[in-house]
């Protein structure tokens, strides 16, 4: 899989590409089916097919205050969209002159004379350029003139709703880990480093990986039954407290995952976290003993509902 940027030229052997065009965040199965298009299309004329992807999400330059929303990090979607059939990942920084360019001189720039593009697919309700001035239908149009076909892929459905990144936010910010699942394809997952704490899991007997949420969608603080995917490719079951550990002082906010049956050093290492099962929400004990108590028995009710998978 190979990992372009808008900012440097594009290898010959790439040009003339199928592109996906979206910001396929989470890459849920309205975006499978529109990266599903474009790499069948590929196939079938003998050409690259590339999924392009922007990063940051044009929301975080809009409104750099906005709370984390990300279902997926750039790394993420790039393993995905190999596994999906791609041949490359376009990475499009999303910055001030890109949002202030016209949607049809978008088009010329970025997809006729930078990336020599042949043909694009996108959802039906995709938009870019300023002001949110493009669409499918102006992208064909441009498009047309200088040799570019455009296609639009319409909306995947789920339970009679269309499949969205917002639905699966407001699943996850539920706790509703079985609907997020089914929209993705797969468990939600976090990727990070871990992170040194402060070591009081291990003195009770349960070590954690400390990450970071960075810019991930907050899923609704609590206990998870979760697996992890340790360097190598290792998998483990675990827990994991998702909050900010209102037993502790001062608060601060980790997703701690404890793997049963591990042991070892993961302190700096990428590890990632997929979340199945919500077992309760966050909650505060006046002793470590009552903590310990509570931790044993949610370790053996995700131990439970893990078997089931």
């Known amino acids: 899989m190979i990992r372009l940027d808008n900012r440097l030229p594009v290898p010959d052997s790439l040009r003339g590409a199928i592109l996906a065009l979206g910001n396929f965040d989470g890459f849920h199965q309205g975006h499978q089916a529109v990266v599903g298009e474009a790499i069948r299309w590929a196939r079938e004329r003998g050409r690259p097919a590339i999924v392009a992807t922007f990063d940051p999400h044009p929301v975080r ?7 984390p929303f990300r279902l997926s990090t750039l790394d993420q979607r790039e393993e995905l969209f ?9 990475v499009l920084h999303f910055d001030a002159a890109m949002a202030a360019m016209p949607a049809g001189d978008w088009v010329e720039a970025m997809l006729v004379r930078h990336m020599g593009a042949v043909g694009v697919v996108t959802g039906e309700d995709f938009t870019f350029g300023r002001s949110k001035g493009g669409n499918p239908e102006l992208l064909r149009e441009v498009g047309a003139a200088h040799g570019l076909e455009g296609r ?5 459905s789920d339970g009679g709703l269309p499949v969205s990144s917002s639905r699966i936010r407001a699943a996850l910010k539920k706790g509703d880990c079985q609907t997020a699942a089914r929209l993705l394809t797969r468990p939600f997952a976090i990727r990070g480093r871990v992170q040194h704490g402060d070591k009081l899991g291990r003195t009770i007997g349960y070590p954690t990986a400390n990450l970071d949420m960075g810019s991930y969608v907050r899923p609704l603080y609590g206990i ?7 360097p190598g490719g290792r998998m483990v079951q675990g827990a994991a407290n998702l909050g900010i550990r209102p037993t502790f002082d001062p608060p601060k906010e980790l997703l701690e995952p404890y793997f049963f049956d591990f042991s070892g050093d993961l302190y700096g290492q990428e590890i990632e976290v997929a979340f199945h099962h919500f077992l309760r929400p966050e909650a505060r004990f006046d002793t470590l003993d009552a903590l310990v108590a509570q931790m044993d028995s ?6 439970e509902l893990l078997a089931q998978a």
Request: hydrophobic share 45%.
């Open 298 to 303: 949610d370790c053996a009710r995700a131990r």
């Open 224 to 230: 998870y039954a979760v697996t992890g995917r340790l």
């Open 152 to 156: 639009t892929v319409g909306p995947v």
């Open 82 to 90: 190999g596994a999906a059939g791609a041949d490359a990942m376009l």
């Open 61 to 67: 330059h809009f409104r750099p205050d906005a709370e």
